[in-house]
């Protein structure tokens, strides 16, 4: 259905990824840090949530999540990666059928389909 292998990680990418307390504390006994130094280091707060995952740029995407391997395109933090991450997709993935669909239109195995234009990804960079 879906191969994260082949994927730039379109997921990763979101611009609003939004942890739990939960999320947070396994996140600073993974590194060893109290949850205040976690929260400070890896979230940001505003208006639509309280822990929001810290980005850093991205070639591809503008901005991705920090815990992005952006040459190896995979999560660095998987064993403690946040519930939102470990549900998504569920069942099929939407991004990876756009994937595989432009894949099949250009005939090119490694092409990479963005979804965004350049304003949304000068945007998401912030
Ligand atoms: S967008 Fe889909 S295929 Fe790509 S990394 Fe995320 S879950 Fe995997
Ligand atoms: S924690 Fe891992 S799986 Fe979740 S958004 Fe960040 S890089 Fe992707």
């Keep these: 259905m879906y191969n994260c292998a ?4 379109y997921c990763c990418s979101y611009p609003l990824i939004q942890l739990t307390k939960r999320d947070v504390e396994r996140l600073a006994k993974h590194f060893g840090l109290t949850f205040e130094k976690a ?3 890896f979230t940001t707060s505003n208006w639509e949530a ?4 810290r980005r850093k740029k991205d070639k591809i995407f503008g901005g991705i999540c ?11 933090v998987y064993e403690a990666r946040p519930a ?3 549900s998504y997709p569920g069942g099929r993935c939407g991004y990876y059928d756009f ?5 099949r239109a250009q005939d090119d195995e490694t092409f990479i389909a ?3 234009s350049k304003l949304e990804k000068d945007n998401m960079a912030k």
Excluded: N, V, W
């Design 84 to 86: 939102i991450c470990r």
């Design 66 to 76: 920090q815990f992005f391997d952006t040459d190896a395109r995979r999560c660095t």
């Design 114 to 116: 963005t979804t965004f």
């Design 6 to 9: 082949k994927c730039p990680g």
């Design 99 to 103: 994937l595989s669909h432009e894949r």
């Design 50 to 53: 309280k822990y929001a995952m």
């Design 39 to 41: 929260q400070k280091k």
